[in-house]
């Protein structure tokens, strides 16, 4: 019989006394723990509450003090800001007469290109002109280019389409005499090129330079079938010919202009009309607009569609490029206040969002811009808004050589011909390849030293000329050989051709950084620390210098004084872009700012640059499309700003506060700085924090000083593209 089981344990062990105790203990603790917590946490909600109610109050005190006093703020920076307009304009118009009353004092025999008559007349009697001697046509030449130069100035101003054809077509006729005067004298110099024979050779080669050309030429007299090539040392040109090019009749011309005549007519050709453009935000000066002819095919109905369709984006661009009136100029101030006051306060951040789309602020705008981005059969045509020709034109021509004099019993014998110069043909023609079977026509090669007047931020890149599009193109080059240490590039083509070495426009931005602050009264300097290179502009009045360390292609330039038009196009055409347009967006990635709000900045910056220090904030591109951050703090003196003296400050279409944030914050923040105010404009917001000496400062500055501040704000856009 099986033992019986025990009895079972007990389900659980009785708790004690002490342990209960310690049990109620704990959960007492735990409960009054969570008392304390909830009632920490309702007196954070309550002061949370509190302060958020103070600072609604205060906000609204505030906004309302500056609701007060925001029709005088704004009255009072339009008069400085018209102020200085009208004593710009009168300096401007002053000046335009003196240079005319001094072109009429001259008394010389330089036509007026004004006055087509004029010009038409000089044209024909300097076609007609027998000169070939190389000296003096290059000296007739540089006359001719200041007057292109003239032209070029009164296209930009021309306010009728006729008016501006009449300009175009004279410069270009202007453009094509000089090209023929430049065959005329190489023509003389290889009629003579067996009295010229280089010993060593056997051969004619001459180097020919002024400040605006340097022509290079050789004659092939003794026809080695083993010569590859030749370079022209003191020009820093080189070129490479076929075998059947060595033991041919031929004269091989490196022709090198210092200016640049067919990206210009690339352009005119391509925009086909000009016509005048209000004052842009983007250069501070009249520019030229982009207008297309209607093709023959489109009708009056296509046309008025395509109006339709672009009204909106027009009176957009007119009322951000706008600076003019009935009365005069309009600050951007007084166009924002307009705009702010014609639409209720609740619309006005859709308004803003509309208008930042309709300008493409967010970097997907297409602008209306010179088609000239292609790739169709393999055809690559230079985009002339991403890519800037720099250093000139290089015209790579062969001829045939001129039948050369020969000595009889003292007499010299030529045979004249009435044919001019021929072009040598290269590749040969259909005709003669079908004669030759199996006559293959290798390329021509060029070698370039990068001329000293120029700065490649990165290695060049080739475009040869198309003569029959009018345009640049990057195909058929090959075998590009960039030899950075003797800055040194070749590259071969199918045949002779005239070429252009390009850099990227936008390669510098957008900037790293930027800085403007005072030297003393009416002084400033500004700084831009771009994507590949740093300079400096000193201010001083109506005129700007450039200082750089990057001494090579720049000793032109560093040192001068000259007017910000004048320093903008030595700049470009030097390589250093820091300049922006209409274009620049589709290239380059910016902020997004609203235009007027950023324009509006520029003024008033100009206005108070003999006093205060103005840099770049990371906290920019963090605020928004409709707001701008910047640090600015009081200063004098040449000295650098010290970092502690900086404060933040950020403008809006309505108002402009000082932040409570510093540059060194982990996240961007609206708050203003406790104690300070809210006003309408930007200056009254600086002055808040000025001495009084420093106020003073700000009402002496010369209308000229200021003006020049401001479009050079305008003409780099450090708000937009840092």
Not at 28 to 47: I, N, P, S, V
Not at 264 to 289: F, K
Not at 601 to 618: G, N, R
Request: charged residues 25%.
């Amino acid at each position: 019989m099986p033992p019986k089981k025990g009895k079972s344990s007990k389900k659980g062990q009785k708790l004690s006394k002490a342990q209960k105790a310690k049990l109620q203990q704990e959960e007492e603790e735990r409960r009054l723990k969570d008392e304390e917590e909830a009632r920490l946490q309702a007196e954070k909600e309550e002061q949370e509450r509190l302060e958020r109610e103070r600072k609604e109050k205060e906000q609204e005190s505030l906004e309302l003090k500056d609701q007060e006093r925001r029709e005088d703020e704004l009255n009072e920076l339009r008069h400085l800001l018209e102020e200085n307009h009208t004593a710009v304009t009168k300096w401007q118009t002053d000046t335009v007469e003196t240079e005319k009353w001094e072109r009429y004092m001259r008394c010389d025999d330089t036509p007026d290109p004004a006055v087509q008559q004029d010009i038409n007349t000089y044209m024909s009697l300097w076609r007609d002109d027998p000169e070939v001697d190389i000296t003096i046509v290059l000296e007739q030449c540089r006359l001719a280019l200041q007057l292109i130069e003239e032209l070029e100035v009164l296209l930009r101003e021309a306010t009728h389409p006729q008016e501006g054809q009449k300009y175009q077509e004279a410069l270009i006729n202007l453009q094509e005499l000089i090209h023929f005067k430049h065959n005329l004298t190489t023509e003389e110099i290889l009629k003579r090129a067996n009295a010229n024979i280089d010993t060593e050779t056997g051969n004619m080669q001459t180097v020919v330079k002024d400040d605006n050309v340097t022509l290079c030429l050789w004659a092939n007299l003794k026809k080695n079938p083993r010569f590859k090539g030749l370079t022209f040392e003191e020009a820093g040109l080189g070129f490479e010919i076929p075998k059947q090019l060595a033991v041919s009749d031929i004269a091989v011309r490196i022709l090198h202009t210092h200016y640049d005549h067919l990206s210009l007519l690339a352009r005119m050709a391509h925009l086909r009309t000009y016509t005048p453009s209000h004052r842009s935000l983007a250069s501070g000066q009249e520019v030229l607009a982009d207008t297309d002819i209607p093709e023959p095919g489109e009708t009056e109905g296509e046309e008025e569609v395509k109006e339709d369709n672009e009204t909106q984006q027009h009176r957009v661009d007119e009322e951000v490029h706008s600076i003019q009136g009935s009365e005069g100029r309009k600050s951007a101030v007084s166009m924002q206040s307009r705009r702010n006051s014609a639409q209720p306060a609740e619309g006005r951040g859709s308004q803003v969002q509309t208008q930042m789309e309709a300008l493409g602020a967010d970097g997907d705008m297409t602008p209306p811009s010179v088609q000239l981005t292609v790739m169709d059969h393999g055809v690559q045509v230079v985009d002339l808004m991403q890519y800037t020709p720099l250093g000139g034109v290089l015209y790579y021509d062969a001829f045939h050589l001129p039948p050369q004099a020969h000595q009889v019993n003292g007499w010299e014998i030529r045979q004249l011909l009435d044919t001019g110069l021929q072009v040598f043909p290269h590749p040969l023609e259909k005709t003669s390849l079908e004669d030759n079977e199996g006559l293959t026509c290798p390329p021509v090669g060029a070698s370039v030293t990068l001329p000293d007047s120029v700065v490649f931020l990165e290695p060049p890149l080739v475009a040869r000329w198309d003569p029959r599009g009018k345009q640049w193109r990057m195909d058929g080059i090959t075998d590009v050989s960039y030899e950075e240490a003797e800055s040194k590039i070749s590259f071969k083509m199918d045949s002779f051709q005239a070429f252009v070495l390009l850099q990227e426009t936008y390669v510098n931005l957008p900037f790293q950084s930027w800085e403007l602050r005072p030297l003393g009264q009416d002084s400033a300097l500004f700084t831009i620390n771009g994507a590949l290179i740093d300079l400096s502009i000193t201010i001083q009045g109506s005129q700007c210098m450039l200082q750089s360390e990057q001494e090579r292609g720049l000793s032109h330039l560093i040192g001068k004084w000259m007017s910000v038009p004048s320093l903008q196009r030595a700049m470009i055409n030097a390589g250093i872009n820091i300049f922006v347009n209409e274009y620049t967006d589709k290239y380059v990635s910016s902020c997004g700012k609203d235009p007027l709000t950023e324009h509006a900045a520029y003024e008033q910056m100009a206005l108070f640059a003999s006093a205060c220090a103005f840099s770049w904030s990371k906290w920019n591109a963090k605020c928004g499309a409709e707001h701008l951050v910047m640090q600015v703090c009081e200063h004098c003196g040449p000295t650098p700003v010290p970092q502690s003296s900086w404060s933040l400050y950020l403008l809006g279409a309505q108002r402009s506060q000082k932040l409570e944030i510093t540059e060194t914050s982990e996240v961007f923040s609206p708050d203003h700085y406790p104690g300070s105010e809210f006003h309408s404009t930007f200056i009254h917001m600086l002055q808040d924090s000025m001495s009084t000496d420093g106020i003073a400062r700000t009402r002496e500055s010369n209308y000229l000083f200021v003006d020049t501040v401001q479009t050079l704000l305008c003409a780099t856009r450090p708000l937009m593209y840092s």
